[in-house]
């Protein structure tokens, strides 16, 4: 092989110097990207556990239409179970991974659905689940970092995933 013109061949690649300088930024670049992602993924858990409620009414609402059978939708801590009301049997459970990463706060734990769709019995306003962060990370809507979402139930059985701190009028606002 024959040389670079104008370089020994000792002259190629990296001095230690350059080394401990690159790796010496790249620690840094980590130290300070560690906080943010920490953040992004407690509002993914928050999502993931707002997501599997609100795919857990939606199934039990399907079903009863479906089915034309009034369908139970069960909230236990993070995790709910859809069954027709009065069978013992479960048609579907669900145990997120989010488990101890989320809070749910439901104004119900027990939703039943008719067979047209339609909340029973009907509730005198709409049914809520609050998903907080249990790590400690204050919502949005507290000043902290943390997207803390809610799903909604109306009487007439729609189903919808908003954020409390969303401005009103926004898509994605509650009111």
Known sequence: MKPVKGFKPSEHGFSMIELC??????????????????TWLQNSQLRTTAES???????????????????????NGVGWTVQAAGDANVTQASWPESIGQSNVAASQNV??????????????????????????????AAGGPMRCLRVTVSAGGQIRMCDPAAATGAAAACS
Do not use: E
Request: glycine share 8%.
């Open 53 to 75: 409620i609100q795919n857990g009414l939606q199934l039990a609402r399907s079903d009863a239409v479906r089915r034309n059978l009034f369908m139970t939708f069960a909230l």
């Open 21 to 38: 300088i690159a790796l010496v930024v790249l620690g840094i670049m980590i130290a300070v990207a560690i906080p943010s992602m920490r």
């Open 111 to 140: 939703v039943v659905f008719t067979g047209v769709g339609w909340v029973s019995p009907i509730p005198a306003t709409d049914i809520t689940f609050d998903i907080t962060n249990s790590n400690g990370g204050a919502c949005v």
